[in-house]
């Protein structure tokens, strides 16, 4: 994940400067287009940073060895699809940015204990109402649809910094809980290498019972 991380921090690096550049060109000159051009720059950057928060939590799981078919699918934002002739297709099936941030942290908070997000806060409620700004403004109907007013820009703003909190705040958390895994599991393995019974007794039970499950899904498929 090392690798991955330094590339995350890189791309999310740059969705905040290119916002911090559009703010700061909207202090100089608070014209309309200065205004459309914050609000997609900081739109550009919330679906940049939420899909790096949605690939590091996934990442974190498959790592952990608790992803599911079905969780990978929906974080990954795949489907399939059986036709008359057997064929298998992969499908790519949209979900909601607000429906996807409730998903990957409630995947962080099963697997990070102290992690606990107030889905209360008003940033949360302001990037829902953005993302009903940012739809008009990228699918006019009208020159009204254009207008951006400084309580547009505030909305957006407050949004975007919630989450940039968030992912920073649930990464964090994935991290921590990835290296304390880590610490247990190479202690795990040195018991076992220096022959200490207790760790070999549980660890000889753990393989029974994955095999006792294996055994009755076998049967339930048959």
């Known amino acids: 994940m090392t690798e991955t991380v330094g590339i995350s921090r890189g791309f999310i690096r740059t969705l905040v400067g290119d916002v911090q550049s559009a703010l700061a060109r909207l202090g100089v000159s608070d014209t309309e287009a200065h205004r459309r051009e914050a609000?997609?720059?900081t739109f550009a950057a919330i679906e940049g940073v939420a899909w790096v928060y949605r690939e590091h939590v996934r990442t974190f799981t498959q790592d952990l060895g608790s992803m599911t078919p079905l969780l990978d699918f929906a974080l990954q934002e795949k489907t399939y699809a059986v036709n008359d002739r057997g064929d298998l297709t992969e499908q790519t099936r949209f979900i909601p940015l607000t429906a996807m941030i409730r998903l990957t942290t409630q995947v962080a908070e099963r697997s990070c204990p102290g992690l606990?997000?107030?889905f209360g806060h008003v940033g949360w409620s302001?990037?829902?109402l953005a993302i009903g700004v940012r739809n008009r403004l990228v699918h006019p109907k009208t020159t009204e649809d254009l207008a951006i007013t400084q309580g547009d820009l505030e909305i957006a703003k407050s949004g975007?910094?919630?989450?940039?909190?968030?992912?920073i705040e649930g990464m964090t958390a994935v991290n921590d809980t990835?290296?304390?895994f880590g610490a247990d599991s190479r202690t795990v393995v040195d018991q076992l290498l220096s022959g200490d019974e207790k760790a070999l007794a549980d660890y000889r039970a753990a393989v029974d019972s994955q095999d006792s499950e294996a055994s009755v899904a076998g049967h339930v498929r048959k």
Not at 160 to 167: D, G, K, S
């Open 116 to 118: 606990v997000v107030d």
């Open 178 to 180: 990835l290296i304390s």
């Open 160 to 167: 975007f910094f919630w989450l940039l909190a968030l992912v």
């Open 39 to 41: 609000v997609r720059t």
């Open 126 to 128: 302001n990037l829902k």
